[in-house]
């Protein structure tokens, strides 16, 4: 059986969103699985010396106006968020306490938290409005903002920021197919070419 495609992204990211909408679709075409995985891009920006994009002059004014145009462009939704960019840590850490109960409830967790972000306004930042998130997906308030404080929890996202500087992941998306890597919403037409028909 094919090898699942790996969907790497931070909550933090109007791109990684935009992919987040497309990136099940794409693989159930060709028979896929996937894998999402959360991770910090500021941990990678450390690492990099870079800063956030949307704090850039001049290239940070550009991106707020390419972010709405590139919804408008998909038809895919999408505000740029009253704060913005955020800390995407406790985001992070709600799905993989999700994605060690249920990994497919932990996507719709995902995709609710990304919706309540780039599309409500709604700081997920905030663990309180983390928590909201995931009790309209159906997780118990209690459970989650346990699971927030686990320290199981805080070591699993670490560990995942740490896999994904390991396999040099230095953006969102970011998609690894097959051990091919492709970076960023404009490239996954390049990522379908290279399902439907391997290698180019």
């Given at each position: 059986?094919?090898?699942?495609?790996?969907?790497?992204?931070?909550?933090?990211?109007?791109?990684?969103?935009?992919?987040?909408?497309?990136?099940?679709?794409?693989?159930?075409?060709?028979?896929?699985?996937?894998?999402?995985?959360?991770?910090?891009?500021?941990?990678?920006?450390?690492?990099?010396?870079?800063?956030?994009?949307?704090?850039?002059?001049?290239?940070?004014?550009?991106?707020?106006?390419?972010?709405?145009?590139?919804?408008?462009?998909?038809?895919?939704?999408?505000?740029?968020?009253?704060?913005?960019?955020?800390g995407s840590v406790t985001a992070a850490r709600a799905f993989y306490w999700a994605d060690?109960?249920?990994?497919?409830?932990?996507?719709?967790?995902?995709?609710?938290?990304?919706?309540?972000?780039?599309?409500?306004?709604?700081?997920?930042?905030?663990?309180?409005?983390?928590?909201?998130?995931?009790?309209?997906?159906?997780f118990d308030a209690a459970a989650v903002s346990a699971g927030l404080a686990d320290a199981a929890v805080k070591q699993r996202t670490k560990?995942?920021?740490?896999?994904?500087?390991?396999?040099?992941?230095?953006?969102?998306?970011?998609?690894?197919?097959?051990?091919?890597?492709?970076?960023?919403?404009?490239?996954?037409?390049?990522?379908?070419?290279?399902?439907?028909?391997?290698?180019?």
């Amino acid at each position: 059986m094919a090898t699942p495609i790996e969907f790497w992204f931070d909550f933090s990211s109007p791109f990684g969103y935009l992919a987040s909408t497309r990136i099940e679709a794409l693989a159930a075409k060709y028979g896929r699985d996937t894998v999402w995985r959360p991770f910090l891009l500021g941990a990678v920006y450390k690492i990099n010396g870079v800063v956030p994009t949307p704090n850039v002059p001049l290239k940070g004014d550009y991106a707020r106006i390419d972010i709405l145009r590139s919804g408008r462009f998909y038809g895919i939704p999408i505000v740029v968020p009253s704060n913005f960019p955020i800390g995407s840590v406790t985001a992070a850490r709600a799905f993989y306490w999700a994605d060690a109960h249920d990994a497919a409830r932990a996507k719709q967790l995902a995709a609710a938290l990304y919706k309540a972000y780039f599309v409500d306004d709604l700081d997920i930042a905030n663990a309180e409005n983390v928590v909201k998130v995931a009790v309209q997906c159906g997780f118990d308030a209690a459970a989650v903002s346990a699971g927030l404080a686990d320290a199981a929890v805080k070591q699993r996202t670490k560990a995942e920021v740490d896999n994904a500087i390991a396999k040099s992941v230095f953006g969102s998306p970011y998609v690894i197919i097959d051990g091919e890597p492709f970076w960023g919403m404009d490239r996954l037409d390049q990522a379908e070419k290279w399902l439907a028909g391997g290698p180019f």
